[in-house]
């Protein structure tokens, strides 16, 4: 029979790699999603159940955000190397031109080339 598997909230993970078997009490403090554990010595310890500050992420505006991401690029510190960045903003260039004339050679081959009635046929209408 399976057993049910509550999942564990990160604080816990985290204070129990802090502290391990100095524990006495863990409780949770879902206002500011806090786990808190109370240790031997009658010490206090708190660890966050996010990864990352909510609160902090929050308050960053888009515009920040983006200039934050624009220093990286400067930087060089982005996970995607600048090479490769204008590496694809070159073959995206590209591309769009290519798709652009193709699009607009067929357009004019139509304009052209294209008998009314036969394009009123193909559309089940006639003109």
């Known amino acids: 029979m399976r057993l049910l598997h509550k999942a ?6 985290i204070l129990l790699a802090r502290h391990g078997s100095n524990i006495v009490e863990m ?7 806090l786990t808190r554990a109370r240790l031997v010595d009658g010490s206090i310890d708190t660890a966050s159940n996010f990864l990352v500050n909510l609160n902090a992420m929050a308050a960053v505006t ?9 220093g990286d690029y400067t930087a060089d510190r982005l996970p995607v190397s ?3 960045i204008r590496f694809m903003a070159k073959l995206t260039g590209i591309w769009a031109v290519a798709s ?3 699009i607009g050679a067929m357009g004019w081959v139509i304009f052209n080339y294209g008998d009314p009635g ?10």
Not at 8 to 13: A, K, N, Y
Not at 62 to 70: D, S, T
Not at 118 to 127: P, R
């Open 27 to 33: 409780t949770q403090d879902r206002k500011n999603n």
């Open 100 to 102: 652009t004339a193709f």
């Open 62 to 70: 888009p515009a920040e955000r983006f200039g934050k991401v624009a």
């Open 8 to 13: 564990m909230p990160l604080g816990e993970d």
């Open 82 to 84: 600048r090479q490769e």
């Open 118 to 127: 036969s394009l009123g046929g193909l559309m089940g209408t006639s003109f």
